[in-house]
């Protein structure tokens, strides 16, 4: 088995070889925020979409960021270099680090050294997906984790056990309601479509700001589609002639059954595919 090659703290070192600091807030109080950038052709789908959106994650948590933006993208080539990805993604994680001893209280933030990781994953035939050609399907659950939902941290836990609910449960994935709504799905925003409306919840805490799904309402507004966005219930969902999901590792997915309803003709419907079209030829064009 070929190691991958890793970036940690600054340095380039087989995977094997990469070490984190046991007193590491990330691992001892998931005291971090992350990023997934989709790799396709080799190169890097909407970087800086993430790398803006990281910076304002490391600002709600009073963060200091140890990498410019610059160097960032010099480390995310790099890594798709030596480990020859063509179709994949990196994943980045940066932590407050091992100020000291652990401890709720953390210290002056310019005085801690933080910890950044990337690493990559090869997916071969990520734009092709099967599951794309055939939709997923999704269940319903409570949606019980913290309210700064917009701040993209490690604190996956939650969406991890609805995955796992899911699968049980025999779906693809979950989506979350609160307080009679459909927040989001436990790794990706979610959408319906009534007519050809559409519809999406509105950005605030409740959700995370996905830079997939700012530029597929751009582009589906660019196309001429009506988009609104506004709360929606998962009954309303249920009765939606078609529905989908936006993420940077799934792209447009396709939803073709909800807590056992199909939705429309139960196949992937006409806006979903067109969007996810348009979302690959588009992103390929400004690929860096």
């Known amino acids: 088995m070929t190691l991958r090659t890793v970036y940690v703290n600054g340095e380039y070192v087989p995977e094997n ?12 109080m998931a005291d ?32 200091v960021n140890p990498i410019s933006t610059e160097d960032l993208l010099e480390v995310h080539r ?23 001893d652990r401890d709720f209280v953390f210290p002056d ?57 899911a699968k049980k449960a025999g779906a693809d994935d ?25 519809i999406t919840r509105a950005l605030s805490n409740d ?7 700012a530029s597929v309402l751009r582009f589906a507004r660019e196309a001429q589609m009506e988009v609104e966005e506004r709360n929606f219930t998962i009954d309303e969902a249920k009765e939606a002639d078609e529905a989908f999901i936006t993420s940077a590792s799934t792209f447009v997915m396709p939803v073709v059954e909800i807590d056992g309803v ?10 979903a595919q067109r969007l996810r079209e348009i979302y690959l030829e588009e992103s390929l064009k400004k690929a860096i």
């Open 207 to 213: 959700i995370l700001h996905g830079i997939t799904r």
């Open 109 to 165: 933030p310019e005085t801690t050294e933080p910890t950044i990781v990337l690493f990559t994953q090869n997916k071969p035939g990520l734009a092709d997906s099967p599951a794309a050609r055939k939709g997923i399907k999704v269940i319903s659950i409570e949606d019980i984790r913290w309210g700064r939902r917009d701040i993209k941290t490690v604190q996956l836990l939650y969406p991890s056990m609805g995955k796992m609910m």
């Open 262 to 271: 199909a939705l429309g003709d139960g196949v992937p419907g006409r806006v």
């Open 78 to 100: 790099e890594l798709v270099r030596v480990n020859e990805v063509e179709e994949g993604m990196i994943y980045l994680q940066i932590t407050r680090g091992a100020p000291g």
């Open 17 to 28: 070889e990469a070490r984190v600091s046991i007193f590491d807030r990330g691992f001892l």
């Open 174 to 198: 979950a989506w979350m309601i609160e307080d009679g709504y459909v927040t989001e799905g436990t790794s990706n925003n979610a959408y319906i479509v009534k007519g050809s409306k559409i």
């Open 32 to 63: 971090g925020v992350y990023e997934v950038t989709s790799v396709l052709d080799g190169k890097l789908i909407d970087f800086d979409g993430h790398a803006v959106r990281l910076q304002r994650s490391l600002d709600a948590l009073d963060m």
